[in-house]
C-alpha cells in the first residue's frame, strides 16, 4: 500500500512522514523538491509471529505501508503544482496533513478552510483531465460508454463533489482506473497538532466537515511524535504513557488506513517463510495468488486454505487436515481475513 502525505506548504507534512516512519528527513523545505522523501513501515500483526514459532521460517515478513513525503511547492494558499499532481498519481491513497497551529514560516489558512481548499484543487486537477479527455472521445468513434461515464463524472465535479463519492460499477471503477483521478482516490485527514492538544477532541469545524464529508480524522501531535519516533522502545513506551497518548500515532495511523482502504491480510506459510499478504476486501483467490506472483494467478488451480484459528487449535496442517478443517476452493471464492492459503498451479 502505498500513501501519499499531502497538503499545504508549511502544514508538517514531514514532520508526520517522520513521526510515522521512524526516520529523519530534514523538516523545513526540500533541498529537491522533485525528489519526495520515501519510507515503510510494518503493519504489525501477531498472527505472523505466532505462525513464526510453528514455522520456523527462515524469515517472517509482514505487510507494508510506504509512504510518499509529496513537496508542497509554490505558494503557502495551493496545495498542487503540476510536479505535485505527478507525485500524487502514482499513489494509491492520500492522507491529507492538516496544521492546527501557525506555521513556523508563515500562517496557513484555518484548519477547515485547508480542507476546503484542497478538496477543491483536487477537483480542479480532475475537471481538467475529463474535459480534455471528452474533447478527444468527441473525435472517435466506439467509446460511447467510455463518453457517457466521463459525461457523468463531469457533472459530479461541476457539482463540486469529489468522485470518491460517485457511485460507479466495478467495471466503471477499472475504466476510471488509468486516469489516476485524486478526487477518486481514499483520503484521511492527519491532524497536525501540538503537545496542549494531546488528549483534547478534534476541534469541531474539522471534525463537521469531515463528519459531512465521510472522511476519517487521525490527530498526531506530529513534533513530539516526531522527538518521540527518535527513542528506544522502553523509553518511547514510557513517554506515550507519560503523555497520556495510549498508542503512537504509526499504529493509529496503520488502523486508519486498513480501514480506509478496506484492506484485509491473508497468510502464506513455510519454512523459507511465513508471510501476511494485504489486499482489498472481496478479492477472489485467483486475484490474491497474483499478489504472490503473476505465475501462479496464470496458472491458478486450486486454493488450499485453514484458518489461522484453527491452524493454531491443531498446531499442524496434517491435523487440520484430518479434522477437516482444509478446504479446497476455486478461484472465485472470496479469500476472508485470517485465511492461511497455499495454492496450487501449473505453468
Not at 511547492?73 to 495551493?78: D, F, K, L, P
Request: a negative charge; aromatic letters at 6%.
Amino acid at each position: 500500500m502505498k500513501v501519499g502525505l499531502v497538503g499545504f506548504r508549511n502544514a508538517g507534512k514531514t514532520t508526520i512522514f517522520n513521526a510515522l516512519t521512524g526516520l529523519h528527513a530534514h523538516v523545513g523545505g526540500y533541498g529537491d523538491p522533485t525528489r519526495p522523501n520515501l519510507g515503510v513501515i510494518k503493519v504489525p500483526d501477531a498472527r505472523v509471529l505466532a505462525l513464526a514459532d510453528l514455522y520456523h521460517p527462515k524469515k517472517a515478513t509482514f505487510a507494508e505501508i510506504s509512504f510518499v513525503d509529496v513537496p508542497g511547492r509554490g505558494e503557502e494558499q495551493a496545495a498542487l503544482d503540476p510536479g505535485t499532481l505527478v507525485q500524487m498519481r502514482d499513489v494509491e491513497a492520500l492522507a491529507q496533513v492538516v496544521a492546527t497551529f501557525p506555521a513556523a514560516t508563515g500562517a496557513l489558512p484555518a484548519p477547515v478552510a485547508q480542507l476546503e481548499n484542497f478538496a477543491a484543487e483536487l477537483i480542479l486537477a480532475d475537471l481538467d483531465i475529463v474535459e480534455r479527455r471528452l474533447e478527444r472521445l468527441k473525435k472517435e468513434k466506439g467509446k460511447e460508454r467510455e463518453q457517457q461515464l466521463l459525461a457523468r463524472c463531469y457533472e459530479h465535479l461541476t457539482a463540486e463533489q469529489p468522485l470518491r463519492t460517485c457511485q460507479l460499477s466495478l467495471d466503471e471503477l477499472g475504466t476510471l482506473a488509468g486516469f489516476n483521478l485524486l478526487s477518486r482516490m481514499p483520503l484521511v485527514i492527519v491532524l497536525n497538532a501540538d503537545e496542549s492538544a494531546i488528549g483534547q477532541p478534534v476541534p469541531a469545524g474539522v471534525a463537521a466537515w469531515a463528519a459531512a464529508h465521510g472522511l476519517e480524522v487521525v490527530p498526531v501531535p506530529g513534533r513530539t511524535e516526531m522527538e518521540l519516533a527518535e527513542l528506544d522502545e522502553a523509553d518511547r513506551v514510557a513517554f506515550l504513557r507519560e503523555l497520556g497518548i495510549t498508542e503512537p500515532a504509526k499504529d493509529r495511523f496503520i488502523r486508519a488506513a486498513y480501514a480506509l482502504l478496506d484492506l484485509i491480510s491473508f497468510l502464506t506459510v513455510g519454512e523459507d517463510e511465513c508471510r501476511a499478504w494485504p489486499i482489498r476486501r472481496g478479492t477472489t483467490a485467483v486475484k490474491a495468488a497474483g499478489k504472490v506472483h503473476s505465475d501462479i494467478e496464470r496458472g491458478f488451480i486450486r486454493a488450499e486454505v485453514i484458518r489461522f484459528e484453527e491452524l493454531m487449535r491443531h498446531k499442524s496442517e496434517a491435523r487440520c487436515r484430518e479434522a477437516g478443517k482444509l478446504r479446497l476452493e476455486g478461484k472465485d471464492y472470496v479469500v476472508a481475513d485470517g485465511d492461511i492459503i497455499h495454492f496450487r498451479f501449473n505453468v
